[in-house]
């Protein structure tokens, strides 16, 4: 094989490998082709997406009681953008509220794609939001950022002030580190 | 560049090309050189996954239900490997079990990657299986293939047995076609 | 207008009513010429069926309380095809299982569109059935009859035996007379 | 038969085409002459009504998905006007809200036949409407149109903006085209 | 036997009569001389109260469907002091939040044994009122009167106001009569 | 007034304070006169019961503690006639499942009226009888006894044998000596 | 042994009685040496708490009754630290609200260790607060205390004021007495 | 200070040292001179116990998932002996029953102390333990070991075979190493 094609071969792999790395939740439209509705020879398309792992989920939970110890009793909980629980921890000693507190700023966070501590504002001009099923619109849910949307939401629960609460959430967050890509 | 060193480059960029679209659920694991656990530089992993895209679920749905038309009235729901109820419908005029219980049959097939109509000798053998909260043993749900794990369960209830269930469980489940990659 | 148009006109005015007054849960075909999933010029269709109305619903209530009165304590409940209960009652001094107990029969009654009594025997061949959320293949549910399928069922619970139980959702579905169509 | 007989007859034949073919949810009264409560000779009365049919309402899932292709990740659903869930899919992608949102809208706007995106101001005049189990007065919910009264709702959640949401359903709203009859 | 001591006995026979025949819920303290707490010869004390009869509750589900009928679609429950639910029913095409807010609406009138139309005011007074799991400060709830403290409430739901809802709710109400001693 | 009306009159109340103080859950059949589904001059029927006292019930929750402490870590509920919890208590270091075992036995005493031990006959010959809804046939449930109905269900779990929770409802039980009139 | 030996010796006994005898809930960290996620030689940390005994809690419900009684019917319950229920007990004839106030109130003043009458103007300038899932910021809600966290909450439902139903939560609170060491 | 009375000072600060640190479950008494039941003077008993840390209980879902990694795809949860779930983590491509199924083999596991694979034999004996409510009799749940009585249970699903999830499991209790006193 000469030098020049072998080099295009190795920019198509290098190309191909980079397409399918494509880190973020890009949705795979339908095989070119298809015409969506037609059985004859249509398939199925697929979505890939990212997910937080659970080893990741597990070192959050561990970062966020290592950061309240000996200050509060939290409790925290990582959701995923498709609403499952990836993981969840009740403090010692923390509150009653402070578990479900904790899921449904995670909740909130991961569908906003937003720190709950912003959204405050805007559920002041639309009270009706804060009825979403779910939600909590209290300080202490930030998102797990990722491309083209977040992959997950931090939520924790039970600290005096919910801007503590989502200090604790964001210790939790730095165990992405600078992966989530 | 050496031919042999050119060709083992590309053969690594060829591998990691397969690797990276290996197309199935499988996990990365952590960033080379991460300290699983050591915070400075770590990264926290990600979890690739697959699913059946939305657009698909429904045209599952819709294929269910033509091939019950005029024979039976069944519901169908198709249920993601992570739990999550992708899509559902109630037939015209199912039984009022007909979608509780394509909703379990499809998270049983998900959870054993089976067909549940192969699940019965199993559970017979165990009886203590049946009590899994969620779970039903009855056939009429399938696996959606997927690699490494399937993707999701499709479940249809509410014909007068469970093999037909399954019969219009496959004709969704056709809808996959060559897709699931 | 000529002898004949007007018989032609009566003729096609009696088909209409008869096509209209089609009783029992008839399935709605698309409009004749409406290709599926082509939008230009399609119709959704719609689907028309038949419920036990809300008053004869009470009045089967009262029916089962007047039937019992004096010898049992029993609780009921009228469940639509659909699996909405259109409604129930609990009987004066009746036990704290029987109303969910009569819900859970006249939701398999209404589902397999027979007596609760009569599938035991099919429970015994596939235990596996029992399982399936919300059933109870306990004597004590009934089902309305109706065409092509059942409308609903009725369900009683806290008579010593199931039998007697059915009896008094029997009384119940007498209040459907010749009715139901 | 004389032509005032024929008349007549045709009178009579295209009354009773026009009250049979009464679209929307009619209410038959008690057969006449049955005295309420007397069981001798009494007929039960039905409930005749329409539907949205499950392979329609798949169609508008499936339009719903297709009008946010590309732009917004949201979830739907159909809810009948009995309350049943009729269909509903999790877009891929969408938010961990978005389906029990979607589900309140559509059942808010089979209840009171409005899009939600009216209701606000009459919320804003009554608070404690908010307060009705299973309500969510954010726009994003429409009803599909009936006689006498609406079939169903077809709610939409997960796009930045409620008016974005009611555009999706709407976009599922027009596989009705003409029909809803 | 003396006059005296006659009149005497007939004085605590007189008294022992009105007593026991207190008609409402009367509770009765532990038997004279008993001292709290002690096993030896305690007797455990009982409470006697009265409810809305399971027939009554029926005849009212139908009375208030009777009201309706041909103006308005709703739903109605009657929901005992101790919060069971005696009766419900869902009306012919009556909203899909209609039984939940009848069930409410029942369940605020017997706890505060006012009209929940009553209660709007109240609540103005002190939101947080509207939190309490369960309630539905909304009109459509009355109670159902007893001594000393009212025995159930009546909820109305799915009228287009709530003051028609309670109308229909005091329909039902008059099947009491005189009754409710 | 004379001796022989005196003793007439004493003789009258003496009746009347009998018949006003029978125990058991009598039911007041209508007024006399009172057509069934008339109206006119119909009076509401109440049904007058009797329930263990919370008072009570408390006791009853100590008595179980007490008879338990040093030996087994157990948790007790005391549920009515009607189904709801009049009591309970969880005992310290019980073990998780203690609590909701209780409750179902206690349920399923006070709905056949009979110890759970004695159930577990019945349910060997007709094994569907397990599948009612909140049911326990585990020993550790009885009665407390009434008439012509028993009031409640002591249920106790957390022993190492459920005849030692029976042990212990009893002893919860004897707080009632001769009450429960 | 020498003075000096042995004033150390007691020194040494004195502290680690001291150490041991820390009555709250103070979090033992891991065992000095031990490298957190290392797991060579490492040894989980348990975490100490205290909570109100079980027999405590049934005395609380007991003189709350005795504080209502004759005046108000309510409903009481006792709420660990840990969200669990300790005892609860609904009230003769308290009204069917009653309950899950009581537990919700007691609950909220577990979670923020104070009375909930106190926090009425902490929600009033941040509303969002009374959306936390299973709170209730109406007064009838007192904590446990404990040190360094409360031990529960005592919360009561059902009196026409709150300020009456903390009034019968305090009784209860009495029955600590000097103990909640 | 005398050799004599500085070594009963010694011997009361051991006893005291000793007495206070009893490490498990132990259950304090009243404090003596306490009459039960008296308010005067009584001092409310609390119960001291112990818990897995929530920062071991993070590490025990870390090594359960480490131990899996690369074979089994599994969710765990380990549950406190008070029934609270103190930590899960729902697996990387874990089947959709196996969070519900850990934390019911965590609980069945922590209620009996035994590890469910033990069970098994107990239940065939007795089908009905297999109806406890939140039960699952399927290996694959561990106790953590305490005194007098375990302190939680640890549950691993989604392997293949329970005995393998049972290996993950006991993988995470390797975490308490010496600890749990």
Redesign the interface.
């Given at each position: 094989m000469s030098?020049k094609s072998?080099a295009g071969?190795?920019l198509a792999?290098?190309t191909?490998?980079v397409l399918?790395?494509a880190?973020a939740?890009a949705?795979?439209g339908?095989?070119t082709g298809a015409t969506?509705?037609s059985?004859a020879?249509?398939?199925?398309?697929?979505?890939?997406?990212?997910?937080?792992?659970?080893?990741?989920?597990?070192?959050?939970?561990?970062?966020v009681?290592?950061a309240a110890?000996g200050t509060d009793?939290v409790s925290a909980a990582i959701?995923?953008?498709?609403?499952?629980?990836?993981?969840?921890?009740?403090?010692?000693?923390?509150?009653?509220?402070?578990?479900?507190?904790a899921i449904?700023k995670a909740?909130?966070a991961?569908?906003?794609?937003r720190p709950t501590s912003e959204m405050?504002g805007v559920?002041e001009g639309?009270p009706?939001?804060?009825?979403?099923?779910?939600?909590?619109?209290?300080a202490g849910g930030v998102p797990v950022p990722g491309t083209p949307?977040c992959?997950a939401?931090i939520g924790v629960?039970?600290a005096p002030s919910g801007d503590t609460d989502e200090q604790y959430a964001r210790a939790g967050l730095?165990?992405?580190?600078?992966?989530?890509?």
């Open positions: 030098t072998l071969a190795l792999a290098a191909a490998a399918a790395a880190p939740a949705v795979d339908p095989p969506p509705g059985k020879g249509a398939q199925g398309s697929v979505y890939r997406d990212t997910h937080v792992s659970a080893a990741t989920a597990t070192k959050m939970l561990a970062a009681l290592a110890e009793r959701v995923d953008r498709n609403g499952t629980i990836i993981a969840k921890v009740r403090g010692d000693g923390a509150g009653p509220l402070s578990v479900d507190s449904a909740k909130t991961a569908h906003f794609c405050a559920v639309n009706r939001l804060a009825d979403i099923p779910g939600s909590l619109f209290l949307v992959l939401g629960g039970g730095a165990e992405m580190g600078g992966g989530g890509k």
